[in-house]
């Protein structure tokens, strides 16, 4: 399985950026997927995800109202749109699927945020 990210980039605070992350390997139907991201010297945290089967959506506190999750099923990929950027956004972005089942981390996308 392999799952890679792309659509980071330098982006002034304020600024968007449209992330996605192909998922390859296996079906990707049938899979909660979710967005992490890890900033310079800080664990991986936990960003959005969006539930198969009722598609609802949760984001964490800090990215409310800014970022919305996303999928297209045909093309087994999942989005993250980031409104509103922050320099606090600044960080490694990675998809994975949460249930049935994770995957070894893939490919992440660096998004920088300048004040």
């Known amino acids: 399985v392999q799952l890679q990210a792309f659509g980071g980039g330098l982006v002034q605070a304020g600024g968007s950026l449209r992330l996605s992350c192909v998922v390859s390997?296996?079906?990707?139907?049938?899979?909660?997927m979710a967005w992490f991201r890890q900033a310079p010297g800080k664990e991986r945290e936990f960003v959005a995800v969006l539930k198969w089967g009722n598609s609802n959506t949760f984001v964490r506190d800090s990215v409310k109202g800014r970022f919305t999750i996303s999928r297209d099923n045909d093309k087994s990929t999942v989005s993250l749109q980031m409104n509103n950027l922050m320099p606090e956004d600044t960080a490694v972005y990675y998809c994975?699927?949460?249930?049935?089942?994770?995957?070894?981390w893939g490919r992440g996308t660096l998004v920088t945020v300048s004040s």
């Open positions: 390997g296996r079906p990707f139907t049938g899979y909660t």
């Open positions: 994975n699927s949460l249930y049935p089942k994770s995957h070894s």
